[in-house]
C-alpha cells in the first residue's frame, strides 16, 4: 500500500502551462490591434489566457536599446515560444538559437538572414513576410499618380536587419520616376526632430515611410508632422490612415499577427519551426483618407481614388 501512494499523487499534478512570449519594439498602445487580433485567434483555437496558456508581454516602449535585455528575460522564463515583429526577430535569435520563435511581420525574412529559405526556413524561425522589398517601390509610385507635379519627396526609414537595402530600393524607384529623394533614417527615438527638421530645409514636397517598429512607435509624431506641413503622405500600414493620414498601401498586418497564432499553434503541437513554411500576405490593401485631403488641401485625381480598396470618407 504504502508503495502505491505515490502513484495517484503524481496523477494528481496539474499539466504544464505553455507559455507565449511577445516581445515588441512598440509600445503597447500602438500595437494593441495587431496583438489583440492574436489573441483572439488563439481563443478561436482553444487557448484560454491564465488557464492553459500563459502570454509573457515585454514591449520596449521605442527604446529599442532595452530590446536584448527583454529577449533575455523571455528566454530565462523558458517560455515555448517567442513571437516577435520586424527587425525584433533578429535580437531574439541572439538571445536564443534553439527556443522556437515566430515573427508574425519581417520585411524581407531571407534577405536579413531570418531564414535559409521562405519554404524550407531552417533553424528556430519562421513566420510570416509582408514583402517590404516590393511594396516601397509601388507606394512611391502610387504617391507620384497621386500627384505628378511632387518632385521632392522624404523618405522616413529606419535601418535594421536589411542594412541599406529599404533606401536602395528606394532610390532606384525614386531614379525611375524622376523624383529627387531625401534620405530621412531613423534609429533612434530622438532622431525624428532632426529628421523633420531636414525635411522642412530641404524643400520636401511629400512624404513616405517604410515598415519599421519604430515609425509605427512614433505615428502620432509622424502624421502631426505631415499635417502640419500640409504633405501629401504614403505610409505602409492602414493604422496611420486610421489614424488620421492620407494614403497607405500595404498588407493587413492584424491579419498578419492573426495568422502567427496558427504558427504558434503548430509549434506547442511539436512542429519545429523549421518546418513550416515562411507566409507570404495575398492581398494588399491601398486605403485614402479624404479627410486628410481635405485637411491639407489635396485632391486625389478620380483615376487614382478609383484604384483604392478602402477610402475613408
Not at 526609414?157 to 529599404?166: A, H, I
Amino acid at each position: 500500500m504504502l508503495l502505491a501512494l505515490p502513484f495517484p499523487a503524481r496523477a494528481q499534478q496539474p499539466a504544464r502551462i505553455p507559455r507565449i512570449g511577445i516581445l515588441s519594439p512598440s509600445s503597447a498602445s500602438s500595437n494593441s490591434a495587431r496583438v489583440e487580433a492574436f489573441r483572439q485567434r488563439l481563443r478561436e483555437l482553444g487557448y484560454v489566457e491564465g488557464k492553459n496558456i500563459v502570454i509573457e508581454y515585454r514591449s520596449a516602449e521605442g527604446k529599442l536599446e532595452r530590446l536584448p535585455d527583454l529577449a533575455a528575460e523571455l528566454v530565462g522564463l523558458k517560455v515555448d515560444v517567442i513571437v516577435t515583429t520586424g527587425s525584433t526577430t533578429l535580437i531574439a535569435k541572439k538571445a536564443s538559437a534553439t527556443m522556437p520563435i515566430v515573427f508574425a511581420t519581417a520585411a524581407d525574412p531571407v534577405g536579413s538572414g531570418l531564414v535559409a529559405s521562405l519554404a524550407r526556413p531552417g533553424g528556430n524561425i519562421t513566420g510570416l513576410s509582408t514583402m517590404a522589398p516590393d511594396l516601397d517601390g509601388k507606394r512611391l509610385e502610387l504617391l507620384k499618380e497621386a500627384f505628378p507635379k511632387v518632385a521632392r519627396v522624404a523618405f522616413l526609414w529606419v535601418p535594421g536587419g536589411r542594412g541599406n537595402l529599404p533606401l536602395t530600393d528606394m532610390e532606384a524607384a525614386a531614379k525611375a520616376l524622376g523624383v529627387k529623394l531625401l534620405s530621412l533614417p531613423v534609429r533612434v527615438l530622438d532622431d525624428f526632430e532632426s529628421a523633420f527638421a531636414r525635411a522642412k530645409k530641404d524643400g520636401s514636397q511629400a512624404l513616405i515611410t517604410t515598415t519599421g517598429s519604430l515609425i509605427n512607435t512614433q505615428r502620432r509624431q509622424v502624421l502631426d508632422f505631415a499635417a502640419k506641413n500640409r504633405l501629401p503622405a504614403m505610409y505602409d500600414a492602414s493604422e496611420f490612415v486610421e489614424a488620421g493620414g492620407l494614403m497607405s498601401y500595404a498588407p493587413s498586418y492584424t491579419d498578419s499577427w492573426r495568422r502567427a497564432a496558427d504558427f504558434v499553434d503548430k509549434i506547442l503541437k511539436g512542429t519545429k519551426p523549421a518546418e513550416i513554411p515562411v507566409e507570404q500576405p495575398m492581398r494588399f490593401e491601398f486605403v485614402i483618407s479624404l479627410i486628410a485631403a481635405k485637411q491639407i488641401g489635396v485632391t486625389i485625381p478620380p483615376n487614382v481614388l478609383v484604384r483604392a480598396d478602402r477610402v475613408i470618407r
